[in-house]
Nanobody, 127 residues
Framework: QVQLAESGGGLVQAGGSLRLSCAAS????????VGWFRQAPGKDREFVAG????????VYADSVKGRFTISRVSGRNSVYLQMNSLEAEDTAVYYC????????????????????WGQGTQVTVSS
């Protein structure tokens, strides 16, 4: 089993920044990819960003390109999401997810492709 825990959410004004963290625990964390998703009230969960664990290749949703950066530090079981120039439309619960089974060169963008999920952290951007 792998447990994922998000942190770093909060309330921020439009134009501000937040840095989300996703920490993994449990069995040795060996993932092929880690993704960040978000879900706003009344909307489906949507892909935000993903990173390939070994190559560090990244993928971003068009809505966050140039504003958000996903990263990981080698040797640490953590993934980060730096969010800059936040907009009211970024308000949502943010989830990290890990794909453990099966290799993928490109981080998946669909929720069903991920094996483990965190509980989420709320991000609220006031306009």
């Amino acid at each position: 089993q792998v447990q994922l825990a998000e942190s770093g959410g909060g309330l921020v004004q439009a134009g501000g920044s937040l840095r989300l963290s996703c920490a993994a625990s449990g069995r040795t964390f060996s993932s092929s990819a880690v993704g960040w998703f978000r879900q706003a009230p009344g909307k489906d969960r949507e892909f935000v960003a993903g990173i390939n664990w070994s190559s560090h290749n990244t993928v971003y949703a068009d809505s966050v390109k140039g504003r958000f950066t996903i990263s990981r530090v080698s040797g640490r079981n953590s993934v980060y999401l730096q969010m800059n120039s936040l907009e009211a439309e970024d308000t949502a619960v943010y989830y990290c997810a890990a794909k453990i089974w099966g290799y993928t060169a490109t981080p998946p963008v669909m929720t069903y492709e991920y094996d483990y999920w965190g509980q989420g952290t709320q991000v609220t951007v006031s306009s």
